[in-house]
């Protein structure tokens, strides 16, 4: 991620955390939790929303972005210095180094996550997260053929 943004990522304490139990995700002993608001979505992206006007669209965009980070069309901040820019590549290179090192730990790593269900777990993940991109950018499309503001509806580009 070398465009990442430091100021609005986890701090690099909780990067490592996660890291450090690289392996307890792997013998499917720690799992991420999905939040409801994907778990809807992956079941059915293009449903129609319960509340179909623009604040109601609004609202459950807001519950996606809550989730999933914000969307593309988002208003962008200032970026980060160089020097921001240099930690974030440092505390990035750590990171990994950590990760790396957690995950030689697991002799035959991939058939350990097959075996214990890690692998098949991460896909769900992967699966919701993608569930709810899709139902982000539909409530979006509703939003917009309604006239809606943003949220409801994407922002309008800047030329």
Same mark, same amino acid.
């Given at each position: ?25 792997? +013998? ?9 608001? +994907? ?121």
């Amino acid at each position: 991620m070398a465009c990442s943004k430091p100021e609005t990522g986890p701090p690099v304490v909780h990067q490592l955390a996660g890291a450090a139990t690289t392996p307890l995700g792997d +013998l499917n002993l720690l799992r991420t939790k999905i939040p409801a608001v +994907l778990l809807t979505a992956l079941q059915a992206p293009y449903a129609p929303p319960a509340d179909s006007t623009c604040a109601g669209l609004a609202a459950e965009i807001q519950m996606l972005d809550a989730a999933l980070g914000e969307d593309l069309d988002a208003p962008k901040g200032p970026g980060p210095s160089l020097a921001e820019r240099g930690r974030a590549e440092l505390d990035e290179a750590a990171v990994g180094a950590v990760k790396t090192s957690a995950e030689a730990l697991i002799p035959f790593r991939g058939w350990v996550r097959k075996l214990t269900g890690a692998e098949r777990a991460s896909r769900q993940v992967t699966k919701a997260i993608a569930a709810g991109i899709v139902r982000r950018a539909y409530l979006k499309g509703l939003g917009q053929a309604q006239g809606c503001p943003p949220p409801a509806a994407p922002r309008p580009l800047k030329s």
